[in-house]
């Protein structure tokens, strides 16, 4: 199996910037996409950011910037200008193969979670 764990986030004034963490493990053989994601209270979860293997990124909000490591298998990111309305919590998500039983399975995983708060 494959897990995804989160860090990074906290609590910044607006105006600042986070950097966020997703570092996947467990037997990984590949990572496809990864993803970032945010729920904001009351409301569902949106794509921030993807980025495929091979580096091709699809960013919906200016301000922030994905990129991985594919030797950690660990996406990044990051975030400038923060504002208020970006609070919410932020999940990774990935998906790939993984060695099983002497084969490999496909997975698709999602992270806890982190918090991001800013203030205003």
């Known amino acids: 199996q494959v897990q995804l764990v989160e860090s990074g986030g906290g609590l910044v004034q607006a105006g600042g910037s986070l950097r966020l963490s997703c570092a996947a493990s467990g037997t990984v053989f590949s990572i496809n996409d990864m993803n970032w994601y945010r729920q904001a209270p009351g409301k569902q979860r949106e794509l921030v950011a993807g980025i495929t293997s091979g580096g091709s990124t699809n960013s919906v909000k200016g301000r922030f910037t994905i990129s991985r490591d594919n030797a950690k298998n660990t996406v990044y990111l990051q975030m400038n200008s923060l504002k208020p309305e970006d609070t919410g919590v932020y999940y990774c998500?990935?998906?790939?193969?993984?060695?099983?039983?002497?084969?490999?399975?496909?997975?698709?995983?999602w992270g806890q979670g982190t918090q991001v708060t800013v203030s205003s």
């Open positions: 998500n990935a998906a790939g193969r993984y060695y099983s039983g002497g084969g490999l399975v496909d997975f698709r995983s």
